[in-house]
């Protein structure tokens, strides 16, 4: 009897400490997976672009700076000749030292205008993706499309993830600043080098010069360097120099 009496007991112990009481109006509980099977699944999500850029040793730019925006047009067809090039790629690769470089402009553009932020729309451009780009304005004699898409036999900085296109995004406004184009905008509004004429000609005004400053001072004080002709666009380097350090990307 008394070794009925201690079953008893130690089944009730037992059932107690494996199976409480439930109640039907009680909360459920969510049970998060942190398994290696979830982490996999997230792995699962990187593309074969983007693990191909990962490949070649490039780094994705808001994994070194999260405070980056980025926004890729030719991951959208909002972009010059409206079709998505990039398919799944939403993220934006460089050259790790490079990645570091845009984080100091952007650490520059945030100690004078706290609020404001870069926002990437273009920065590693595989090879292969320039030749579709090339041949996108084939309607433009050969020598004034160079001026708006690098000839892919000559060779972009971009695809040595060397060039980056952005402009500054304010975060209190919740918009892009007057730039005075839209970016990929082909035309005497989007040089740098016609600005005061524009201006003068009452076509792009005193505020989107002055934004386009700021951009301007930023990514200069991190070393970097703007062209003539696309306000938005930025070289780390020469490409003579990118084609001795960093290996075309394809």
Not at 186 to 201: D, H, I, R, T
Request: hydrophobic share 40%; charged share 25%; glycine share 4%.
């Amino acid at each position: 009897m008394k070794d009925f009496v201690l079953a008893v007991s130690f089944s009730c112990l037992f059932l107690c400490c494996t199976a409480p009481a439930t109640d039907e109006n009680a909360d459920v509980e969510i049970v998060v997976d942190d398994s290696p099977f979830a982490e996999t699944e997230k792995e699962e999500q990187i593309g074969q672009f983007e693990q191909s850029l990962i490949d070649q040793g490039l780094v994705d730019i808001q994994a070194v700076d999260p405070s980056l925006m980025v926004e890729l047009k030719y991951s959208t067809e909002d972009n010059f000749f409206g079709t998505d090039v990039y398919e799944e790629l939403t993220r934006a690769y460089l050259p790790k030292d490079v990645a570091e470089k845009l984080k100091v402009a952007n650490q520059k553009l945030q100690d004078k205008y706290p609020e404001y932020r870069l926002y990437v729309f273009d920065a590693v451009r595989p090879h292969r993706i320039q030749k579709i780009l090339w041949h996108a304005l084939d309607s433009i004699p050969v020598g004034l499309r160079s001026s708006f898409v690098a000839d892919p036999s000559r060779g972009s900085l971009h695809n040595y993830g060397c060039a980056i296109d952005l402009s500054v995004f304010d975060t209190a406004a919740d918009s892009l600043l007057d730039m005075g184009t839209k970016y990929d905008y082909f035309g005497n509004l989007a040089y740098p080098s016609k600005e005061k004429l524009m201006q003068e000609q009452g076509l792009l005004s005193a505020k989107a010069i002055e934004n386009r400053i700021i951009l301007r001072n930023a990514m200069h004080e991190a070393g970097f360097n703007p062209i003539t002709s696309e306000w938005w666009h930025f070289n780390s380097t020469s490409l003579a120099h990118a084609k001795e350090r960093y290996p075309l990307v394809n």
